[in-house]
């Protein structure tokens, strides 16, 4: 045992000292030491997080709309670089075995403009809180699936815009040119696009107008009043890069007294867009479900002028395209004129969700003509479309001139018997029925098709 020294001694007798108890705590200087060494990991760790966070190209930061990046992976972040972004050129459509938004060239005084495309491209993946959001039905907002294709960058009266496509949607990215945090982001389903549907997309909505960004196949654009199918169509001009200027736009109309449509020429076609507040312009289409075409005969304006005003009902609904069917013309009683029947079904972009309504349109005296009565409206129905049944049957319980009622019904051609039962009863042999009805009275309507089967009216 070796000797006891004063020094050693004193520290024998210190309360530290206990012969009986493990002591694993360092000492003073050894944990000053490890204080230090953590302090200065913390410091590093904070300098290479601020130095990631700040790096040029990530679209993040403290005067950004985009939010805060959560993950990160090569793929994702190829797909925010503006300098991958896919570019078309100008003449590539003549040559182009597709007619689609594939096929748009890269337009826009902007489109080098690697800033703007950045932040679209950041705002796009992780929209911050001050980013207005909108989204037709059934479209995806996730990040671009890729590198997705620049159709369009400029700047189009007091905002910088920026349109992308990624195959499945169309993006439009929008900010004040004037600067500031705040900015927009529309989505629109595109997917399975053919030319006549992708003849025009909104670029800007200001001021209760509308401007539109036209594919480059279009030779013509005009403007066409809905509610005045005997007025020739308004020359609309476009500046270089297909940019229309500004017209009416119905979508934000507090009345139905007109309803300007743009009126595209596209190669030996006529085609009628109408906005329905959405990114992509509805195309307006008459005729039977199995052959639909552009409105583009007196007939068909007149048919439409009094269907217009019943477009707001699927109005931001992701349509597509809207037609208007005429399956019935019948002889009012009392030598009250003759009354169209049509059906008017809205397809949407998802493949869901249609609607159909069918419309009663007895003669009218103003102008313009009053707007058709709807007999009765379906939803997700295959009603009066292309891969549903034809036969549709409606009625209508109306006033003669006279102030007698009757309850009024038509079918399509399938039709070779109606009979009307309840508050009021009646049959007719052939697809038109009328029969004398109190006011108020309330019946069921079926009829008879060829082969034997029994349908029953819209609903």
């Known amino acids: ?113 690697t800033g703007l495309l950045r932040r679209a491209l950041a705002v796009w993946a992780r929209p911050g809180r001050t980013v207005q959001v909108s989204t037709t039905p059934g479209t995806p907002s996730g990040p671009p699936m890729g590198s997705p294709q620049l159709l369009y960058a400029g700047r189009v009266d007091a905002a910088r815009i920026v349109l992308l496509y990624d195959g499945l949607r169309v993006v439009r990215y929008a900010e004040a040119a004037d600067g500031g945090d705040a900015a927009g982001l529309d989505f629109a389903r595109v997917d399975g696009a053919d030319g006549a549907a992708s003849g025009a997309l909104v670029v800007a909505r200001s001021d209760s107008n509308v401007r539109y960004l036209t594919a480059p196949w279009v030779s013509r654009t005009s403007v066409r009043d809905l509610r005045d199918p005997q007025a020739p169509a308004r020359p609309l001009g476009r500046d270089a890069d297909g940019v229309t200027e500004p017209m009416g736009s119905p979508a934000t109309a507090r009345d139905c007294g007109s309803w300007d449509t743009l009126d595209l020429r596209d190669g030996s076609h006529d085609r009628l867009l109408t906005d329905l507040g959405e990114l992509t312009p509805a195309r307006l289409t008459s005729g039977p479900p199995s052959s639909p075409s552009d409105v583009s005969s007196t007939q068909d304006r007149v048919a439409w002028a009094r269907t217009a005003c019943l477009l707001p009902t699927v109005r931001s609904h992701g349509v597509r395209s809207v037609n208007s069917w005429a399956f019935a013309r019948q002889t009012l009683p009392e030598a009250n004129g003759t009354a169209e029947w049509l059906c008017t079904r809205a397809e949407t972009w998802r493949g869901t969700g249609s609607r159909v309504l069918a419309q009663f349109q007895p003669p009218s005296a103003t102008k313009p003509a009053s707007a058709g009565a709807i007999a009765a409206r379906a939803e997700d129905s295959l009603a009066c479309g292309a891969r549903g049944p034809r036969e549709v049957l409606a009625g209508v319980l109306w006033k003669s001139r006279g102030g007698q009622w009757y309850v009024l019904a038509a079918g399509s051609e399938e039709f070779r018997s109606l009979e009307v039962s309840g508050g009021v009863k009646g049959t007719a042999k052939g697809r038109m029925l009328a029969v004398r009805a109190s006011a108020g009275a309330r019946a069921e309507l079926k009829g008879a098709v060829e082969g034997g089967g029994s349908v029953g009216a819209l609903r």
């Open 1 to 113: 045992v070796a000797a006891e020294t004063p020094e050693s001694g004193a520290l024998l007798r210190s309360p530290e000292f206990d012969p009986c108890s493990l002591q694993a705590r360092p000492t003073d200087l050894m944990r000053r030491r490890q204080h230090a060494k953590a302090a200065l990991a913390a410091t590093a760790a904070l300098l290479v997080c601020g130095t990631l966070l700040g790096l040029p190209g990530d679209g993040w930061g403290p005067e950004s709309a985009a939010a805060p990046s959560y993950a990160r992976n090569p793929m994702a972040q190829a797909a925010l670089d503006p300098a991958k972004v896919r570019r078309v050129a100008p003449a590539f459509w003549e040559g182009s075995a597709r007619t689609d938004f594939s096929a748009w060239p890269t337009r826009g005084a902007l489109a080098n403009d």
